[in-house]
C-alpha cells in the first residue's frame, strides 16, 4: 500500500509570494491533517479535513488554506508569505481522524527568502 | 504560549540503559496523549498512546507515564537501542479536536 505523498519536497519562495503544496492520503483514508514544524516550535496543527469539509482548524492566521478534493486529495495554500513561514510542512492521512492512526509524508520543506 | 512542552531538547543515553523523556502540559482538557518518532527525512511515526483515565501504558520496549495532577507524562524506553535515535515528539488532544503537540526532544542512543 503506497505512504502518504507530498509534492514538492522542497520550495524555496521569496517574501510576498503565495505557495501551494499537495497531499495525496492513503488510499481509502478520508482524513487529511496538515502540521507546521519549527525547530523552536515543533509540530503545529494547520487544520483537518474530512471528505471535502474542514473539521478541525488550529491557531493560524487566515494566510493558511487549505482545501480536500472529492479523491480526498489536499492541498495547503499560504499566501502573503513571510520569512517566518520556512519550516516542514507535513501531511497526515487516516481513514477517519485521530491522531493514533494518522500516517505522515515525508513533509514539505519551505524556505522563504 | 506552549501548551505542551518538552523542556530536554536533546538526550544522551548509552546503549542498554534506560531512556525517559518527559513533557508537561498546561491544558486540562487534554484527554489523550500520544509519543511520536521521527526520523530525518520521514513523517512522524505514531508510538504509543494514553488515555487521561489511565496511569499508565506498556508496549514492549516503550512505557508512558501519566500522572494528571502534576500535568506531566514520560515515556520510557526499557533497554535504549541505536536504531531509538530520533526526535521524539509528545502530542496531547481534547476530544479529537485540538492537537497539540511539543517542540520534541532528540534522542542519541550510543552504542
Known amino acids: 500500500k503506497a505512504g502518504v505523498t507530498q509534492t514538492p519536497r522542497y520550495l524555496i519562495k521569496t517574501r510576498g509570494q503565495q505557495v501551494t503544496l499537495s497531499c495525496s492520503p492513503i488510499?481509502?483514508?478520508?482524513?487529511v491533517s496538515w502540521y507546521q514544524q519549527t525547530p523552536g516550535q515543533g509540530l503545529q496543527f494547520l487544520f483537518e479535513?474530512?471528505?471535502?469539509?474542514?473539521?478541525n482548524k488550529g491557531n493560524f492566521p487566515g494566510r493558511f488554506s487549505g482545501r480536500q478534493f472529492s479523491n480526498s486529495r489536499s492541498e495547503m495554500n499560504v499566501s502573503t508569505l513571510e520569512l517566518g513561514d520556512s519550516a516542514l510542512y507535513l501531511c497526515a492521512s487516516s481513514l477517519v481522524g485521530g491522531l493514533d492512526t494518522q500516517y505522515f509524508g515525508p513533509g514539505t520543506r519551505l524556505t522563504v527568502l | 504560549d506552549q501548551q505542551v512542552k518538552q523542556n530536554s531538547p536533546s538526550l544522551s543515553v548509552q546503549e542498554g540503559r534506560i531512556s525517559i523523556l518527559n513533557c508537561d502540559y498546561t491544558n486540562s482538557m487534554f484527554d489523550y496523549f500520544l509519543w511520536y518518532k521521527k526520523y530525518p527525512a520521514e513523517g512522524p511515526t505514531f508510538l504509543i498512546s494514553i488515555s487521561s483515565i489511565k496511569d499508565k501504558n506498556e508496549d514492549g520496549r516503550f512505557t508512558v507515564f501519566l500522572n494528571k495532577s502534576a500535568k506531566h507524562l514520560s515515556l520510557h524506553i526499557v533497554p535504549s537501542q541505536p536504531g531509538d535515535s530520533a526526535v521524539y515528539f509528545c502530542a496531547a488532544d481534547v476530544y479529537g479536536q485540538n492537537f497539540v503537540f511539543g517542540p520534541g526532544t532528540r534522542l542519541s542512543v550510543l552504542p
Open positions: 488510499s481509502g483514508h478520508r482524513s
Open positions: 479535513y474530512f471528505s471535502e469539509t474542514q473539521r
